[in-house]
């Protein structure tokens, strides 16, 4: 597991927010994460940033940070995407650290504020100029959004965040207007995928004003049945209401879930077990293994595991394999430049690996 370096991020696949040994709901929440979007006054938005207002602006931010005395703000380090290579942004979206619009940035006004060990990063000048981000293991979202805001208001003690006495935080997109919180989930419902209720279930969630996303959040699909749950709706809302109501319906939804792994389990138990060992016997003999199918077997075998029918596999493992079998990482592991079949080939090679030690 990574240390306090922050060259961990980039050479070893551990952050915090894959260790839900002891986190609550563990084995259905995977992360939670509370974003917090502010912009300062009189700057130009991300997208109209210059060479005078950027460098005005990261001179504003750097000195914000450097003079805080908050503990956490103090143990976080400034990395500017001008000195990061490709690959190592695209190691930071796989860690979901980073978004991927953000990966495509290469300016000198572009970076990450990021702790050691991934539980908080602010992504600067993505959509706007800084996105606070908490990521904790587990169903942890009041956690997650107290320590977000101790680093809001460290920086708010410097830096003059654009705000409206009736509309509250000004962001880049309206949606985030008011708060400019996103509260979100990341679940694993593989037996609400199986039994066929996704549909149904996500339609009532987006009703209730969630929005649902896939495994990297906007604009991605779903695989291995991992999903985003997120709120939609930031202006009107206390922080407190967000995060109460994003709460109480992901408890709905992890019930479901629950009950209906019971009922596979009672109604289709030979398939079931079935499905597990076959996802089981591929992993652990492969020698090529595409992403997409890599992720949908290991969802069936984080099952298993969840579900007493895999012994010896430490669940949380599973988590760091999900990062380590990404691209960048994989081509990270290798040193080298690698075509789809040899990832594929090192894809294979590093799940066989961690299956057979389980941790």
Partial sequence: MGGVNINNLFEETFVAWMNGQAASQSDIVISSRVRLARNLNDIAFPHLLNQQSGQKFMQLISEAWKKSQVNELKQMELVTFENLSALDRKILVEKHLISPYHAQATGPYQGLLVKADGSLAIMINEEDHLRIQCFLPGLQLEEAYQRAQEIDDALEEELDFAFDDHRGYLTSCPTNIGTGMRASLMLHLPAISISGQSG??????????????????EGTEAIGNFFQLSNQITLGQSEEDINASLTAISQQVIEQERLLRDSLSEQMKYQLEDRIGRAYGILTHARLISSNEALTLLSDV????????????????????VVDIRP??????????????????????VIREKLQTGK
Avoid: T
């Fill in 200 to 217: 149904h279930i996500f339609q009532n969630l987006s009703q209730l004003g969630l929005a649902v996303r896939g495994i990297y959040g």
């Fill in 302 to 321: 984080r099952l298993g595991v969840d579900m007493g029918m895999i012994p010896g596999i430490n669940p949380f493992a599973l988590n760091e394999l």
């Fill in 328 to 349: 960048a990482h994989l081509q990270k592991k290798a040193g080298s430049d690698m075509n789809a079949v040899e990832r594929d080939a090192k894809r294979a090679e």
